[in-house]
């Protein structure tokens, strides 16, 4: 084609620029694309080997090494007093039965230093183990009756294989003697794994292997359960007032302000503010339930108010308008048309809120909910703790088998989290449907 015929037509020269722009913008996106699924996929990854070591970790927390053995209840150590009641028998002397039942089977066994080193197989939990079996069953006293008895937090360790011989002596605290005795039962058949029930049970202990969670639990569910019957109500009545009724005024400006401010404040401010309020100015027990739940609710409330006027604020304005077209008054617009509209997200909210709340440490612990706490707690102003400062104890022993009970309980807290975002996408489903 001419210089002329070009000129003529100057579409012809710009449309080899267009294409080639075309291309690279194509490329652009395809570069784009692949560093999305590059991160998606270091991301999964990351969770892959972060979730793969916790499971390797914690897994053996969730059973324990047991000794399965027939025990001689002596009338003359279980119930010294002949009286046979059940304080008679609760001030029996069980830990010499198990002492005599391991001096029973290892009669070679004599000097002083290797008897001890022996009896340290056996959890101190045993003799505990014995007078509860003795008190539900008190015939047992004179008789012989096989009894399944927790082994001590080592032992443990080295029937389910945390422990080894590779080890050098002086790097473990188990003998090379301890672990030919554990060898020896083992050869007998007395030694088994069963599943850890005492695990999830029972609440925290300074023995590793009788230390549970049972405690934890109950005082995470009822901390809970005072944060979301005060946060709910409270922040879907707030959200609807705003969103729905309240007049556009500085007041109004100056109320959603402070509410988008106390949503980013850190927690441990709230933990602070519980301390001088709800125990110093007003008396509340430390380390109570309904202290953790207030304390929490306030840490939950600014952002159950923000998804909740998200929600209200997203459902369309033609629902408005048709049910006041109908002669339906404000409140019953909200009430029937509006709010059944943005419940989903409002449930949404609500659950993140609550499992943000579950995983919270710091205010608890500025409230005294980082307490020993050995019984399960009874009631709301019972001394509790909750999963993630019972997980913060335990990273801090220094107990070895402290290191598996940690990595459970994160099992336990991570699942309780997996569960409530299911649930809430769940909800969400639902309701949606239904509208």
Known sequence: MSDSAALAHPAVTARPKADSRLQKRHRAEVRFRAYGLVAIGLALLTLAVLFTSILARGSGAFFRGVARLEIEFVSELVDPAAAGTPESLGAGDYSALVKNKLGEMFPEVTGRKDKR??????????????????????????????????????????????????VPEADRKLRDQQLDWLDTLAGMGLIETEFNWEFLASGDSREPELAGIGGALIGSLMTLLVTLVLCFPLGVATAVYLEEFAPKSRWTDLVELNINNLAAVPSV???????????????????????????????????????????????????????????????????????????????????????????????????????????????????????????????????????????????????????????????????????
Do not use: C
């Open 117 to 166: 080193n022996l009896y340290r197989l056996m959890s101190s939990g045993a003799a505990y183990t014995l007078r509860e079996r003795v008190l539900e069953d008190p015939t047992l006293v004179g008789r012989r009756a096989t009894v399944v008895l927790p082994l001590s937090d080592e032992a443990d360790l080295y029937v389910k294989g945390k422990v080894t011989r590779d």
């Open 269 to 435: 401010i709230f933990g602070i503010l519980g301390l001088s309020i709800f125990l110093g100015a007003f008396g509340l027990p430390r380390s109570a339930p309904i202290v953790g739940g207030l304390v929490l609710a306030l840490r939950t409330l600014p952002i159950i108010i923000i998804a909740a006027r998200a929600a209200l604020a997203a459902v369309p304005p033609s629902i408005r308008a048709a049910a006041m077209g109908i002669g339906a008054s404000p409140l019953q617009v909200v009430g029937h048309h509006v709010l059944p509209h943005a419940m989903p997200g409002i449930l949404t909210g609500t659950i993140i809120g609550m499992a943000q709340a579950l995983g919270e440490t710091a205010p608890l612990l500025m409230i005294g909910m980082v307490a020993f706490v050995v019984d399960l707690p009874s009631g709301f102003d019972s001394p509790a703790t909750v999963l993630p400062v019972q997980i913060f104890l335990w990273a801090d022993a220094p107990e070895r088998a402290f290191v598996e009970k940690t990595a459970g309980a994160i099992i336990v807290l991570l699942g309780f989290l997996i569960s409530m975002n299911a649930s809430a996408v769940w909800l969400r489903q639902r309701f949606e449907k239904r509208l």
